[in-house]
């Protein structure tokens, strides 16, 4: 069957390629199926969901194991070592959910800049990121904000909806910094007119170049429609995010997100997807300016943990004594 079944028939404009007969869509010739599902964007990665799921499964099933029937829906602690690994990035591993349509979105230890030239692994940085982008992403669901996030299964781990991920970054800025105040010569610091959004297509092999909506809906990277979707997201995360850090004595410089296409029946919608925690935003002091993100370790600051650890504390997700070191999975319960 063809791996992109899924995609509906509006978006099969956007692209030129031949379709198998029973294709509805398809992307970018570039694309590499691996026959696991999983189609591979440039480097990139996307899932694909069925288009029309076969019938439901049997809640119950007359198998028994022990003696007890089985549920299939029900979900399971599967070790780690036996779970199937679905995408492995620079700082996250996804691997298959418990159920049907849902990931397992792991945090990793590693940092790295420079499309990873640079690369070091800081010992429990992937535990505070995954709290503190749990902390957002509940957040963002509470208001109303569409994200992937479900919940928290424990230090290193959080249960999401699985998406087809749009291939863009999607820079939000407020004040100039890094590659904004590079390119365009404005002193670091400098508050913006306005807030301004930037598309970056994800692609390693060519460093994420920054494109333009044409670029976007030429290639069939999104439609025109789905742009505009990921653009009220953009302002309202950057909305949500700019007062929850103004309250605790940060200010949000810029962040990036990533977006994804969550199908549910025939229904499809945008949502946030990823991660944002001090990878993927830059939060320096209102006072006295000192970065508490990445820049630290891509600057050769030092004191990424402490950073973080503080991102954390202010926010009120780590106790004043809570290491942030994961021993292990830990299931989190109710
Ligand atoms: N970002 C971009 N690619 C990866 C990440 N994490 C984030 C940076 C920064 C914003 O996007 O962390 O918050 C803008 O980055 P830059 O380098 O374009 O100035
Ligand atoms: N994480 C990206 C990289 O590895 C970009 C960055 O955050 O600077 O290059």
């Not at 069957?1 to 692209?15: D, E, G, H, L």
């Not at 602690?77 to 690994?85: H, K, L, Q, V």
């Not at 810029?254 to 939060?283: H, Q, T, Y």
Request: charged share 25%; hydrophobic share 40%; net charge neutral.
């Amino acid at each position: 069957m063809c791996p992109v079944s899924c995609i509906p028939a509006r978006n099969r404009q956007i692209n030129n390629c031949n379709l198998a007969p029973d294709c509805l869509g398809l992307v970018d010739c570039a694309l590499q199926y691996d026959g696991l599902g999983s189609i591979h964007v440039g480097g990139q990665h996307s899932r694909f969901l069925s288009r029309a799921p076969a019938a439901a499964p049997p809640r119950t099933s007359t198998l028994r194991s022990h003696g007890i029937p089985m549920d299939f829906l029900k979900p399971r602690y599967i070790p780690m070592s036996r779970r199937r690994r679905i995408y492995e990035g620079k700082a996250k591993v996804l691997y298959e959910g418990p159920e049907p349509g849902t990931l397992i979105q792991h945090f990793k230890d590693d940092a790295t800049a420079f499309n990873a030239k640079k690369h070091q692994v800081i010992d429990g940085k992937g535990v505070l990121n995954n709290r503190i982008s749990e902390y957002v992403f509940q957040h963002l669901n509470d208001i109303g904000v569409p994200t992937h996030f479900i919940r928290r299964l424990n230090m290193r781990e959080q249960l999401i909806r699985e998406v087809e991920i749009i291939p863009l970054e999607v820079v939000v800025r407020n004040t100039a910094a890094g590659s904004l105040a590079q390119r365009l010569g404005i002193e670091e610091g400098t508050q913006l007119p306005r807030s301004i959004i930037e598309f970056y297509y994800k692609n390693d092999a060519l460093n994420d170049p920054m494109v333009s909506e044409e670029h976007i809906t030429a290639f069939g990277w999104a439609t025109p429609q789905e742009i505009d979707d990921v653009m009220a997201l953009a302002i309202r995360v950057n909305d949500f995010l700019s007062g929850l850090f103004l309250g605790v004595g940060i200010r949000l410089v810029d962040f990036k997100m990533e977006c994804g296409r969550l199908w549910e029946n025939e229904m499809m919608r945008i949502v946030v997807a990823d991660e944002i925690s001090p990878d993927s935003c830059r939060l320096w002091d209102i006072k006295s300016n000192e970065k508490l993100d990445k820049d630290r370790f891509r600057r050769d600051l030092g004191g990424l943990l402490e950073a973080y650890t503080e991102v954390a504390k202010r926010l009120g997700i780590m106790g004043e004594n809570e290491p942030p070191r994961g021993t292990g999975p830990v299931l989190v319960k109710g």
